[in-house]
Nanobody
Framework: QVQLVESGGGLVQPGGSLRLSCAPSGSIFSFNVLGWYRQAPGKQRELVAVIMWGGGYNYTDSVKGRFAIARDNAKNTVYLQMNTLKPEDTAVYYC??????????WGQGTQVTVSS
């Protein structure tokens, strides 16, 4: 079973930056979708950004121009660079991967808090 190791969450002031990392236990080439979702208190989990095997990307509108997802095949890691953070970005962020057989795995979640 795939395991995902997340890191990089924390507390940051509005306008600041954070980078989240997610390293799967299996080869990154095993997954046709890698990405990040988030869930704020009292809200449903929502897609933040995903990268597809063919190189396509999908971002939720509220983070376009501020967040960037990238994969490093050599380090077997997917990153989420978050810039110009806003208080409304506060949430638990979950790494997500899906294989070609549509098997999904979620990370344990990492807290991101944007507050002055």
């Amino acid at each position: 079973q795939v395991q995902l190791v997340e890191s990089g969450g924390g507390l940051v002031q509005p306008g600041g930056s954070l980078r989240l990392s997610c390293a799967p236990s299996g080869s990154i080439f095993s997954f046709n979708v890698l990405g990040w979702y988030r869930q704020a208190p009292g809200k449903q989990r929502e897609l933040v950004a995903v990268i597809m095997w063919g190189g396509g990307y999908n971002y939720t509108d509220s983070v376009k121009g501020r967040f960037a997802i990238a994969r490093d095949n050599a380090k077997n890691t997917v990153y989420l660079q978050m810039n110009t953070l806003k208080p409304e970005d506060t949430a638990v962020y979950y790494c997500y991967v899906r294989t070609l057989l549509d098997e999904e795995t979620w990370g344990q979640g990492t807290q991101v808090t944007v507050s002055s």
